[in-house]
């Protein structure tokens, strides 16, 4: 079918079921990694893709499935969408890739498990991004309603409600779900249709892409003349790409020693685009893609140009390591969030990319900070700020760079 429409990125605390409910939707398990497969939790950011179809014959919403056939009737099924899943861990210690997810989604799904109190942290921090970043189209899934009563799912949905009252989900349904066995599914599907809508897109801007992945596909022992380029992943947020284009990636590739390390642009060319496991012949805004490019492919494996801006030759904003922003400082009920300070160290996550740095400069809500790598990215851009509280990174505000 080609590529997908619309990106829905799945938010929430630790194993409160994220990937389960992709796996329902897609039927992709997007544990991958060896580590993720280890430890049971998401580690890296993962992707899927599904097709949501309708039943000509059933009622609401009992039409709606991701099945060429209803399993209902059996009558053929109508397509009505490709939507692409990003799987954002919930681990306090991987909220960078959180945040990153965050930047390249149209909507989100929210994963409350009914079997914990609520909020959990990473629930409260996820929905803060979500705020921050301005993502509005947003689907509550309590899920795990299995391991626990009647009673205590209707206590959990009350926190629920009272979680969300006066945040960006206020309004946004609350869809009880089992993810284990996909209980109710057809009801998600039908509340995703009508509360994340496919955006419109701006196909005549120049082509800029968020990198939030990218792999050497080639397996071990490929002879060099079999050999294929890096691949790079993520989402066009404008424009469009086709294959032969010419490519600039910034900041680029590190050079030189790590202690006096610097970045150079990476100049290449696509020459291939892929959906999921579909050929494309041209890239637009919505879904994930991966672009097959004539880089080496060690510069791009295991994720080391993930953060990094995809775009023309000549057309992407420069590299820098100082940030100017404008700056807020979130009123968090789980903790103490005191005025930064000159010198202190923070992360901050600009898009698809997260970057350490330190307070050079502060001026009522105006701030510098000088970055420890450099980011690529235009003023008004939106970025999270997070701090050190104890031994913890932890969700603390947000910038606006100037």
């Known amino acids: 079918m080609g590529q997908a429409e619309v990106n829905i990125g799945l938010l929430g605390h630790v194993e409160h079921g994220k990937t389960s409910v992709v796996r329902c939707l897609t039927g992709v398990w997007t544990l991958v990694h060896s580590e993720e497969k280890k430890?049971?939790?998401?580690?890296?950011?993962?992707?899927?893709?599904?097709?949501?179809?309708?039943?000509?014959?059933?009622?609401?919403?009992?039409?709606?499935?991701?099945?060429?056939?209803c399993p209902k009737c059996g009558t053929a099924t109508e397509v009505l969408r490709k939507v692409s899943f990003l799987d954002a861990p919930g681990h306090e210690t991987l909220m960078a890739t959180a945040i990153a997810a965050s930047s390249i989604i149209d909507g989100a799904i929210l994963v409350i498990a009914a079997n914990e109190q609520c909020p959990q942290p990473q629930t409260l921090e996820h929905l803060m991004i979500l705020d921050i970043l301005g993502v509005r189209n947003i689907v509550v899934v309590q899920n795990k309603i299995d391991l626990v009563d009647k009673a205590k799912a209707k206590a959990n949905y009350e926190q629920i409600k009272s979680f969300v009252k006066g945040t960006i989900a206020e309004n946004?349904?609350?869809?009880?779900?089992?993810?284990?066995?996909?209980?109710?599914?057809?009801?998600?599907?039908?509340?995703?249709?009508?509360?994340?809508?496919?955006?419109?897109?701006?196909?005549?801007?120049?082509?800029?892409?968020?990198?939030?992945?990218?792999?050497d596909v080639n397996k071990p022992g490929t002879g060099i003349e079999k050999l294929v380029?890096?691949?790079?992943?993520?989402?066009?947020?404008?424009?469009?790409?086709?294959?032969?284009?010419?490519?600039?990636?910034r900041p680029?590739?590190?050079?030189?020693?790590?202690?006096?390390?610097?970045?150079?642009?990476?100049v290449s060319k696509v020459v291939a685009l892929n959906a999921g496991r579909d050929r494309l012949d041209r890239a637009i805004p919505g879904g994930l893609v991966a672009v097959g490019t004539s880089l080496d492919p060690s510069l791009t494996k295991a994720d080391t140009l993930v953060g990094n801006i995809l775009g023309k030759v000549g057309a992407l904003p420069d590299a820098t390591d100082i940030l100017e922003m404008g700056f807020h400082l979130l009123q968090r009920p789980d903790m103490e969030n005191p005025p930064f300070k000159l010198n202190e160290p923070l992360v901050l996550g600009v898009g698809t990319s997260t970057s350490v740095g330190f307070v050079e400069k502060i001026k009522k809500n105006l701030m510098t900070v000088k970055l420890k790598r450099p980011v690529c990215a235009e003023s008004k851009t939106k970025i999270a700020i997070s701090r050190r509280i104890g031994q913890r990174w932890r969700l603390c505000g947000f910038g606006v760079l100037q």
């Open 39 to 69: 430890r049971g939790i998401t580690i890296r950011l993962g992707y899927a893709d599904a097709t949501f179809r309708k039943c000509p014959q059933c009622p609401e919403p009992e039409d709606f499935t991701v099945e060429e056939k």
């Open 229 to 249: 380029g890096g691949v790079v992943g993520g989402s066009l947020i404008q424009g469009e790409l086709k294959c032969g284009d010419e490519i600039e990636i």
């Open 252 to 266: 680029g590739s590190p050079k030189g020693e790590k202690d006096r390390e610097r970045y150079e642009p990476v």
């Open 172 to 215: 946004a349904p609350i869809v009880p779900f089992v993810a284990n066995y996909c209980l109710n599914m057809d009801v998600l599907i039908g509340e995703i249709q009508k509360h994340i809508p496919t955006p419109e897109r701006n196909l005549n801007a120049v082509p800029r892409m968020y990198i939030a992945r990218s792999f």
